[in-house]
């Protein structure tokens, strides 16, 4: 009868353990940096959300980053160089580790060249007596100097 008392022991104990899984993570936007250029240098991402645990996985389309738990609520992930050699966007997710568990929603960071910024200008004509200056959204209008 001993042996049948292990089995069931046994069966119980491996039911609890399937039952066991990690939560659910979920990453908040935005990533640390929010973006990248092509062609630039590693380095480290920073993902922020919840439900994460100690060895879940940064993945970078799919691909597993070298990942470092900080909290429950950010990882740091190394991004190589190669991955951010040409423009494009990248999918990033977090898998919890074994025993499962779904991997997160998708965040996209995207590798461009930024997009410059435009600042209000004045600019004098040579004579002195008239400039353009920007209007704010309201664009270019003339105004006489003084």
Same mark, same amino acid.
């Given at each position: 009868?001993?042996?049948?008392?292990?089995?069931?022991?046994?069966?119980?104990?491996?039911? /609890?353990?399937?039952?066991?899984?990690?939560?659910?993570?979920?990453?908040?936007?935005?990533?640390?940096?929010?973006?990248?250029?092509?062609?630039?240098?590693?380095?480290?991402?920073?993902?922020?959300?919840?439900?994460?645990?100690?060895?879940?996985?940064?993945?970078?389309?799919?691909?597993?980053? +070298?990942?470092?738990?900080?909290?429950?609520?950010?990882?740091?992930?190394?991004?190589?160089?190669?991955?951010? +050699?040409?423009?494009?966007?990248?999918?990033?997710?977090?898998?919890?580790?074994?025993? /499962?568990?779904?991997?997160?929603?998708?965040?996209?960071?995207?590798?461009?060249?930024?997009?410059?910024?435009?600042?209000?200008?004045?600019?004098?004509?040579?004579?002195?007596?008239? /400039?353009?200056?920007?209007?704010?959204?309201?664009?270019?209008?003339?105004?006489?100097?003084?």
């Amino acid at each position: 009868m001993k042996p049948l008392h292990f089995v069931f022991t046994c069966i119980v104990f491996a039911a /609890g353990l399937a039952l066991a899984q990690n939560p659910v993570p979920l990453i908040n936007q935005s990533l640390i940096p929010a973006s990248a250029a092509p062609g630039g240098s590693g380095f480290t991402l920073t993902v922020n959300g919840t439900g994460f645990v100690s060895g879940a996985t940064v993945n970078w389309n799919g691909s597993a980053l +070298a990942t470092i738990f900080i909290s429950s609520s950010q990882l740091t992930a190394t991004v190589p160089a190669s991955n951010i +050699a040409k423009a494009g966007t990248a999918a990033i997710t977090v898998n919890p580790p074994p025993p /499962g568990g779904s991997a997160s929603n998708v965040v996209f960071f995207p590798i461009a060249i930024p997009e410059l910024d435009m600042y209000p200008v004045s600019h004098s004509v040579s004579d002195g007596q008239f /400039g353009v200056s920007s209007g704010g959204n309201s664009g270019f209008q003339w105004r006489q100097q003084t």
